[in-house]
């Protein structure tokens, strides 16, 4: 069976760098990248690739470098706008952007308000330097917490990557994200793409003629069995069924349509279905 949604409508394709040493050393699990690709999929985005990277310069660099040389419509990076040395995202950023970090006055103003300090003066380095981002970056709110959004157009060759920097702890990702990038990346794909989980008592090699007559029925979607999910031999085979569509309540139609004709062909290969979460 194929391994990537047949037809797309709108490829808009998005890569996310999870930033930190503490990641790729297993102190700390990357919960934000699951979050992340739960959310751009219904939106008609393309995650391809999703990667972590320690706390070094030339590591984040070379891997940004890497997305945008593919002509990625979304990078987006999570962790390394913090105060302390190790915090190197804008930096790099700014590197690849062939721009200089700067203080954004804006956003040193935001601090002193939110200090109740007298000025600019009495503002710590650490804060500081979170204030501080590539000159030619668009700096967006964090509804969250401290460090902002930086968000850069980078030229890759054909035409603009979106780049995107969000804070690394979930809560403050999380409200990032749904302010600022969740509509930039809806209105690049104008495409809803919705999911269904549903059960078998089938093995995948089984039932891959089934997941072939769905997706060829329904063009746009993508049936995904989860072998590696089987603890044990007796156990159902979960199936994701997904569709896309540029009108929302078709989305809905065909993936409705999408469960029923599975559920169908599975009946009547003699096994049953179970219907899951959304």
């Known amino acids: ?32 990248t699951f979050w992340m ?25 070379d891997a940004v470098r890497s997305a945008i040389s593919r002509r990625t419509a979304f990078v987006i990076t999570t962790g390394g706008l913090g105060p302390t040395p190790d915090d190197l995202t804008s930096e790099c950023l700014a590197d690849i952007a062939g721009t200089i970090p700067v203080p954004h006055e804006p956003t040193l103003d935001e601090f002193v308000r939110r200090r109740n300090l007298k000025g600019r003066e009495e503002l710590t380095w650490n ?13 967006l709110p964090n509804p969250i917490g401290w ?49 269904e989980r549903v059960t078998i008592d089938m093995w995948e090699s089984e039932a ?35 569709v896309a569509h540029s009108d929302p309540e078709e989305a809905k139609r065909r993936l409705f349509d999408a469960v029923t004709l599975f559920g169908e062909l599975v009946t009547a290969a003699g096994r049953t279905m179970e219907r899951g979460n959304q």
């Open 1 to 32: 069976m194929p391994d990537e949604i047949a037809g797309p409508l709108n490829d808009v394709t998005v890569e996310i760098i999870a930033i930190g040493t503490e990641l790729v050393m297993g102190r700390i699990q990357d919960t934000n």
């Open 127 to 139: 804060l500081v330097r979170m204030a501080t981002v590539p000159k030619t970056a668009t700096v």
């Open 208 to 242: 891959s003629g089934l997941f072939q007559e769905v997706m060829r029925r329904f063009p746009g979607s993508f049936l995904k069995g989860y072998i590696a999910m089987r603890s044990a031999p007796e156990d159902r085979l979960p199936v994701d069924i997904i």
């Open 37 to 61: 690709e739960q959310q751009i999929v219904p939106l008609g985005g393309h995650v391809r690739r999703a990667l972590m990277v320690e706390d070094d310069r030339e590591e984040i660099i």
């Open 147 to 195: 460090a902002p959004c930086v968000k850069l157009q980078i030229g890759n060759g054909t035409g603009k990557t979106t780049v995107f920097a969000v804070p690394g702890p979930p809560n403050e990702m999380q409200g990032v994200f749904t302010a600022h990038i969740a509509p930039e990346i809806a209105k690049a794909t104008g495409i809803c793409r919705l999911a």
